[in-house]
């Protein structure tokens, strides 16, 4: 964006953005009444990746922090929500919240020291590893979540919005977690279009310049890491109540790192609807491959009970985009349009 | 810098040195137990000659290609296999296998380089990375997928514990030892004293300067991988012995690398090494000190602080 993109310009941009993303909500929210219900833990699980890409792109795209350990925010809203529930019975929402909070805290307090020892490039996505993993460890022999044998939610009966279960097969899930993701999505655009936005951007394309303008770099750098990790710890606290489990492995684990990072690699980094595609490319994977699998036609019989296939087919599509869509999916489509309007 | 650099290197091992000291006083007061000291002094040094290796070949790459390789450890794996199948099938003693499993490493490692990863030289980090991170995922999940997800071992006919100060070593981990250390000297060696090292240390030191002279700095780049990921699969020979091999063996081995380099410096092979042998030691004596947590936990408390305090390294110079 030049400095012609003005305050009207941007304000057309962003309300077609917010109108795009209302209709397409509008349009989506109508899938369980046209989809078989087995389809429906495919749909809420493209959300969970959805809104996992979403939080990871405001970090890694918006605000230029490569982070490899999501995973921490993750699982730390995860538990929180988790503990909470088994514990004391409070509401998951209220879990929600305090997993945002403790992840947002845990990023900013992290990243503070991080950003006060000028780690950067490579040496900054190690630390966001081994931060996660940190936690990881931790979490194996943490008895109050009961270690490594992890979670179980208690199953409730009757169906209720406030402690958020509901009978197998209801949509309220797949409502709720549209509601988080459009509002996650919501949020960065609105985040994006204020002046809060604008210095993020500005740190992350130079940021020298932007200090020596007088933008407090410190202060944008841990907003940008706070707001991307309460919305991850969002998305681990619902997780927690749609699987009603959750042990270290899942909460911490390295692949949940690697699954906050792909959606936006493949749909596209840095911008607003890529990582809702690559979520959309990524969720159903596991399941067509689990299906191909227990199903096998005669070329694939000898796969037959294997597992590692639905990695392998991501793992290659990750190959792919790096070496022939560097801007992912969105990102080339928009600059092929863009190329041909001009 | 000449006349200085020597003095605080000195001091840097030295402060070193105390830490390790420290640790080992704190250890046995914790432990009360001589013997469980010298244990975990000989396991921590012993694996850590192995993690030396491993982290030679990373830093190497890390220091002249500039890419965090996250496919160090899945290609390890498949050196691992194949020590597995050739011992099992073809009856070849597991160490016999290191001619075979390092000169097929260092192929895949050039066709990897030369194929795919050359492709991204220059751009982002986060691309490299990527990559890197897609080839790992690939090759672990493919041996996933041919070997299933039951561990393999390799039997060694003469293993046999050997004694020393109280604690014992089983002798494939004294051979993967000494195996490690006789390798990173070859390294070394191949590294100062040979035009090919020459060059790739030049392409290291400044990759514009060496094309200038005549260097092909695309072919260095290839060669260098092969060599590190040459170095990964010697280490998963050697060690196939006395770990459970699985498709997600070498990961652990990958992060554990990961620290050593940075706590080596980048690109200093002689720093993996030392880093290497202080990373043994500080898991080990982490599980004693700390016996409920994960000894790994040690580990990344170390590399934390590294990242903090020295991101360079122990024997890299301050920018």
Redesign the interface.
């Known amino acids: 964006m030049t400095a012609a993109g003005t305050g009207t310009h941007t304000g057309t941009r962003t309300g077609r953005q917010l109108l795009v993303l209302v209709i397409g909500a509008a349009a989506v929210a109508t899938l369980p009444f046209i989809l078989p219900p087995a389809q429906e833990a495919v749909a809420v699980r493209i959300l969970i990746f959805a809104l996992m890409g979403v939080a990871w792109n405001v970090m890694s795209g918006y605000g230029g922090m490569f982070s490899f350990g999501h995973a921490a925010y993750f699982g730390l809203g995860a538990y929180a929500g988790g503990y909470l529930i088994v514990r004391h019975g409070v509401s998951p929402w209220i879990g929600m919240a305090v997993g945002a909070a403790l992840a947002a805290a845990f990023g900013v307090t992290t990243g503070f020291l991080a950003f006060r020892y000028r780690l950067k490039g490579a040496y900054f996505a190690l630390a966001t590893f081994a931060f996660a993993e940190m936690l990881h460890l931790l979490a194996l022999s943490f008895e109050p979540i009961e270690a490594a044998a992890g979670l179980n939610v208690p199953l409730l009966q009757g169906s209720s919005w406030w402690m958020l279960q509901f009978p197998p097969g209801s949509p309220n899930y797949f409502w709720a977690i549209l509601a988080l993701t459009v509002l996650a999505v919501a949020a960065t655009i609105a985040l994006l279009r204020s002046k809060s936005g604008g210095y993020v951007i500005a740190i992350r394309e130079d940021e020298q310049a932007a200090s020596s303008l007088g933008i407090p770099v410190m202060r944008y750098k841990l907003l940008t890491v706070g707001v991307s990790a309460a919305m991850t710890a969002v998305a681990g606290a619902f997780y927690v109540q749609y699987y009603l489990y959750i042990n270290p492995d899942l909460a911490f684990g390295s692949a949940v790192s690697i699954q906050a990072i792909l959606p936006s690699v493949i749909g596209g980094i840095g911008t607003i609807w890529g990582p809702l595609i690559g979520a959309a490319v990524l969720g159903p994977l596991s399941d067509v491959t689990a299906t191909l699998l227990r199903d096998p036609p005669a070329a694939l019989a000898f796969l037959e009970g294997r597992s590692g296939l639905d990695v392998i087919l991501y793992a290659a599509l990750l190959i792919v985009i790096v070496l022939a869509l560097p801007k992912g999916v969105y990102g080339a489509l928009r600059s092929y349009f863009a190329r041909g309007s001009t | 810098m000449t006349r200085r650099a020597p003095l605080s290197l000195a001091a840097r091992l030295a402060v070193a040195a105390a830490v390790v000291a420290v640790v080992l006083v704190l250890a046995y007061a914790r432990s009360g137990s001589g013997i469980v000291v010298s244990q975990a002094v000989l396991t921590g040094l012993l694996l850590g000659g192995v993690y030396g290796l491993v982290a030679m070949g990373l830093t190497l790459i890390f220091g002249v290609l500039d890419i965090?390789n996250f496919a160090h450890g899945a290609l390890m794996t498949v050196a691992m296999y194949g020590t597995v199948l050739l011992a099992s099938h073809a009856g070849l003693d597991p160490y016999l296998t290191l001619l075979v499993t390092a000169p097929a490493l260092f192929g895949i490692g050039m066709a990897l380089q030369s194929g795919?990863i050359n492709?991204?030289m220059g751009?982002?980090?986060?691309?490299q990375?990527?990559?890197t991170?897609?080839?790992?995922?690939?090759i672990?999940?493919?041996l996933?997928?041919s070997f299933?997800?039951e561990p393999r071992s390799v039997a060694v006919g003469y293993a046999a514990p050997l004694r020393a100060f109280g604690a014992v070593a089983d002798l494939t981990r004294v051979i993967a030892f000494l195996g490690a250390l006789g390798l990173a000297a070859l390294l070394y060696l191949l590294l100062q004293r040979t035009r090919v090292g020459t060059a790739i240390r030049a392409v290291a030191a400044n990759p514009d300067g060496a094309q200038l002279v005549g260097i092909d700095v695309r072919r260095m780049y290839v060669l260098t991988f092969a060599l590190g990921t040459a170095c990964a699969g010697a280490a998963g020979t050697l060690v196939a012995p006395f770990v459970t091999v699985e498709?997600t063996t070498g990961e652990l081995f990958n992060?554990i690398a990961?620290?050593v380099v940075?706590l080596g410096g980048m690109g200093n092979v002689v720093g993996a090494l030392v880093g290497g042998l202080l990373i043994g030691l500080t898991e080990q004596l982490g599980g004693v000190l700390l016996p409920?947590?994960?000894p790994?936990?040690a580990v990344?408390?170390v590399?934390?602080l590294v990242?903090?305090?020295r991101?360079q390294g122990l024997f890299g110079r301050s920018s």
Request: overall charge negative; proline content about 2%.
């Open positions: 965090v795919l492709r991204t751009s982002s980090l986060a691309n990375l990527l990559l991170l897609g080839i790992g995922l690939l672990e999940n493919v996933l997928l299933g997800s498709a992060i990961f620290v940075v409920e947590q994960s790994l936990l990344f408390v590399f934390v990242l903090f305090l991101p």
